[in-house]
């Protein structure tokens, strides 16, 4: 034992000397002191927990001070990673990086380490507690930490939490962690309910049950898996433990520690190579300290570490099994050898059967025999739980009274072992050595280059049995090379591997016996089948039976048709399972010789259905094939044969006596010809460079074949391209010719749209220009008729104004007030009627004039615009004519009233005063008539001259716009049309 202290270290050596375990298992003891000023004030510096990589070559332990170091053993180096500065509450190094390992210190954070760079990486926070456990998804990238309160899922990629678990305040968490190989998260609380989780979906799967719900609750602390995932181990607060199925979800068994066992605080399985993660042996810890290794099979105590004046607080097992280190109270940590520790385990089993209660006569008997088992010992106490041992501590058969013999004697009784101990029983009898040392190195080697394409050749549906067989018959070629070039040997060593396939040590074991004792003469030939064999097959055959070997003589069937066939196969290809294991009983418990026997009478046996055979091909159907014979009654004309036969062609005096595998190291094994064998080997490496070298040039090839079509197929996406580019530029170009075309149609239409819009103005103004001009005429009679109107009236009235002068003078003043009022409101009406056609004429112009700006061109435009001008400008003259003769009408209209006002004043006065005035008034009177007489034909002879200058202007203007009709009709005529791009 060497004793490393790491106080004031950063780094050094972790063994100093040769490793060597002492008596007690310990490789190492890891101490951390803290120096003082005297030898007085020194004292430790206690290391809490500590964990194993995936490697289980390297060792992280965290101390109360909160520095982590980091032990490697395999590079025989530490190193002081980090000082936290915080005490460690738990550790966890197998992380997909495997450089990488997580640590949850007392302030409620975990944090993530480089062990290389030595560097924080990440540092995670969310718990409220203390973190007690962690639990890391078999690939690594997931991570489950644990506090009284909660538990909460990390992403290791990115640091980050994806879930958290909360539960009530009165239903505590104990414990949370993922199975081995799964996705399913395991939650056990403090009301001793267990579920398992979907990781992705956090739905509940199942949840496993403890027996006798109304008892005394067990509270659950401390859990274990199989490395395989299948079973589940619970404890607690009790000295039972429960074993659960986790494939069907049920409660197995329930252990019973012994009495002195009051609470688990951990356990943890120890891994073996050779049991395909079906683990066996559980690390126990207790309330006292001590760290028990159980067998869960036998229930039976291996061995245990630990003292009551040192006890052990905390416990971790290297997934390799190498290395098993304990945190003790003082806060040192002890690291064991597992397999110093497990020495005893390489010994062969103790005796299974403890009392065998049988006659002396089992010929003539019919007792039953019972096989009672052990109980689980520890002290002076043991276990209520029994079961059957598989192979562990001193084989004391004899020291039972429990011999070959004895054995013997059961088979003969019988016909078979009892199938609860047929396999340990086997074991008894083959004298098996269990040489784990020497199996684990031959398993080292790696697969067999003969073995590696197996499942081509042999596609078994199970991939474990596949890799079970593969491993067995690769130890086997690199135990002998013989066994490397035997076709043969997968037949007859898969029984063997199905039957054995979680203890392949065992398994290797049997058929290297086999091979060693049943089949040492079978190469002496190879690669032909073993004639000497084969020989004393037929030698015993023609003794016992001519008249068969002579029909197979007769029909050209040879020993290797009818023996050959049984052997290689050991008899399995033509027996179901329990045949050929009553059959094995019996071959296994006899001289290697009855093999022969049995080869001959199953031919006897089957004699009836041979002689009937004449095609060559029936008879190896009938070896090949299970045929309706008894197992029994093989078995029987066996020992019959072996009873019968003479001892000059016995083939007990040929074949040796059965030799067991040496212990330690197994034997050499060299009987067949060598250079057959060596040439074979070279012949086999040498076709395996062949194929390598085709194999290398059928890649290049292939490579060079998937450069070439991808050379091809980027050519062909190229042309594809160009083709899908020109379509498409076709396309775009067909698509802008017939918008080109649509344009160019709407450009004409549009041009013809405007010439009609233009032609459709033009009428439209020349049919308002004579609409006005018909208006005028209307006015200018309405005024004229209007004249006269008020002419005669006005001579009614004075006419009648001299009849009635007095009566109705006010009725005329009203009647002339009344004429003058219509009168206003008719010029009034008449200027409305005027400013409306002004408007109208002015908004004809406008448009006119827009719709010729933007249809026509500069030219046409500017024509048509003189031409709506001088329009305009005679128009405004007309206006201006008809303003003034109307302001004329109305001044000579004042001017009369106004005389004729006077006159009947002059008149009303002349009547009031004498009558020579009145005469006088009467006389002017009618020279006032007269002078008006001559005044209203002079207002008349005017009239009739403006009327005639209008008739002319009129008749002018109408000339004029005909002319220019005509003239804009002969223009348009000749004017060539408006191209295209000049339009808006």
Not at 448 to 469: F, N, T
Not at 962 to 983: D, G, I, S, T
């Amino acid at each position: 034992m060497q004793i490393l202290d790491v106080c004031k270290k950063d780094s050094g050596k972790v063994f100093q000397r040769k490793v060597a375990a002492g008596s007690d298992g310990v490789l190492l003891t890891i101490v951390h002191s803290a120096l003082g000023s005297s030898p007085l004030n020194s004292r430790n510096i206690r290391f809490l927990h500590t964990a194993f990589d995936s490697s289980g070559d390297r060792l992280v332990a965290g101390d109360y001070l909160g520095n982590v170091h980091v032990f490697d053993f395999h590079a025989n180096r530490f190193s002081l990673v980090q000082r936290t500065g915080s005490p460690c509450s738990a550790l966890a190094f197998n992380l997909h990086r495997r450089n990488e390992f997580l640590v949850a210190t007392a302030d409620y954070s975990l944090k993530c380490f480089d062990c290389d760079s030595k560097e924080l990486v990440a540092m995670m926070k969310g718990h409220e507690s203390i973190i007690h456990a962690i639990s890391v998804h078999s690939s690594g990238r997931f991570a489950i930490t644990t506090s009284t309160d909660t538990a909460q899922l990390w992403d290791l990629d990115s640091f980050q939490r994806k879930r958290k678990l909360n539960v009530k305040e009165n239903v505590g968490i104990v414990k949370v962690f993922f199975l081995p190989m799964s996705s399913t998260i395991v939650t056990c609380f403090k009301d001793d309910s267990i579920f398992a989780w979907d990781s992705e979906t956090l739905e509940c799967r199942y949840q496993l049950h403890s027996p006798n719900p109304g008892e005394k609750a067990v509270s659950f602390k401390a859990f274990a898996t199989t490395r395989d995932g299948r079973l589940l181990v619970g404890g607690g607060r009790s000295r039972f433990l429960h074993i659960w199925s986790l494939e069907n979800q049920t409660l197995l068994r329930v252990v019973e520690l012994p009495r002195k066992v009051t609470c688990v605080h951990f356990m943890e399985f120890l891994p073996d190579s050779f049991d395909s993660g079906s683990n066996q042996i559980l690390a126990v810890l207790s309330q006292d300290g001590i760290l028990q290794f159980i067998n869960i099979v036998t229930f039976s105590q291996l061995f245990q570490i630990g003292r009551l004046d040192d006890r052990i607080s905390s416990a971790a097992i290297s997934p390799n099994g190498r290395y098993t280190a304990v945190v003790t109270e003082n806060g040192h940590i002890n690291v064991y050898s597992s397999q110093a520790l497990s020495q005893e385990l390489n010994k062969p089993p103790a005796p299974l059967v403890k009392v065998l209660k049988s006659n002396r006569t089992c010929e003539s008997s019919t007792s039953t025999q019972e096989l009672s088992t052990k109980s689980l010992k520890s002290g002076s106490t043991g276990s209520r739980t029994r079961g059957h041992p598989s192979g562990h501590g001193v084989m004391s058969d004899y020291a039972d009274g429990l011999g070959t013999d004895r054995l013997v004697a059961i088979l003969r009784g019988y016909g078979e072992y009892p199938a609860k101990y047929r396999i340990f029983i086997w074991r008894i009898i083959l004298r098996l050595p269990e040489n784990h040392t020497a199996y684990a190195a031959l398993l080292e080697k790696g697969t067999h280059p003969a073995y590696e394409m197996l499942h081509e050749k042999y596609p078994i549906k199970s991939q474990k049995l596949l890799r079970v067989l593969q491993r067995v018959l690769s130890a086997l070629a690199h135990w002998s090379p013989i066994f490397g070039e035997t076709s043969y040997l997968p037949l007859l060593a898969f029984p063997f591997v199905k039957l054995f396939q979680n203890n392949q040590l065992v398994c290797f074991e049997i058929v290297a016996t086999i091979l060693t004792s049943w089949c040492r003469h079978w190469f002496e030939y190879f690669p032909n089948p073993p004639i000497n064999l084969l020989s004393l097959v037929e030698n015993v055959l023609g003794y016992h039976d001519k008249e068969l070997l002579q029909h197979f003589v007769k029909h050209g069937v040879t020993s290797q048709i009818y023996a050959w066939p049984l052997l290689e196969t050991f008899f399995s290809e033509v027996l179901t399972c329990e045949e050929w294991l009553k059959l094995s009983d019996n071959i296994f418990s006899n001289h290697p010789s009855f093999v022969v026997m049995v080869t001959v009478s199953y031919c006897i046996v089957g004699r009836a259905a041979l002689l009937r055979c004449s095609e060559f091909d029936d008879f190896k159907y009938f070896f090949h094939h299970r045929n309706a014979m008894s197992v029994n009654q093989v078995i029987t004309e066996a020992y019959h044969l072996e009873d019968s036969t003479p001892d000059e062609i016995h083939p007990c005096n040929v074949l040796e006596t059965f030799v067991p595998l040496t212990k330690g190291q197994y034997p050499i094994f060299n009987k067949f010809p060598k250079f057959i064998v060596d040439f074979q080997v070279q012949e086999r490496e040498r076709i395996r460079r062949e194929e390598e070298e085709f194999l290398k040039q059928k890649t290049a090839a292939l490579e060079l074949r998937v450069a070439a079509m991808n050379r091809e197929m980027k050519m062909k996406e190229l042309h594809l391209l160009d083709a899908t580019r020109r379509k498409f530029i076709s396309f775009t170009q067909q698509q802008k010719q017939a918008e080109l075309a649509r344009l160019d149609d709407e450009i004409r239409r549009r041009v013809a749209q405007r010439d009609d819009e233009t032609r459709a103005a033009i009428e439209e103004i020349e049919i308002k220009n004579m609409e006005l001009q018909l208006q005028k005429r209307m006015f200018e009679q309405e005024l004229y008729q209007g004249h006269i109107d008020l002419t005669e009236r006005q001579k009614a009235e004075l006419e009648a104004q001299k009849r009635q002068m007095e009566i109705e003078r006010e009725r005329t003043i009203k009647e002339r007030d009344t004429e003058r009022f219509k009168e206003l409101q008719t010029r009034t009406a008449q200027l409305q009627k005027l400013s409306q056609v002004d408007h109208l004429n002015d908004d004809a112009d406008y448009k006119l004039e827009m719709e010729n700006i933007r249809r026509l061109d500069e030219i046409e435009e500017e024509k048509n615009h003189a031409i709506i001008s001088r329009l305009e400008e005679e128009n405004k003259e007309l206006e201006t004519g008809i303003r003034l003769l109307m302001k004329e009408a109305e001044t000579r209209k004042a001017e009369s009233a106004k005389s004729k006002y006077e006159l009947l004043a002059a008149d009303y006065s002349g009547k009031i005063g004498s009558p020579s005035k009145h005469l006088q008034a009467s006389n002017a009177n009618r020279n006032g008539n007269e002078d008006t007489g001559n005044e209203d034909g002079d207002t008349f002879i005017s009239l009739r001259r403006h009327r005639s200058s209008f008739d002319e202007k009129e008749k002018q203007m109408m000339a004029n716009v005909r002319r220019l009709r005509e003239k804009l009709a002969h223009e348009n005529r000749n004017k060539k049309p408006v191209p295209p791009y000049q339009l808006e």
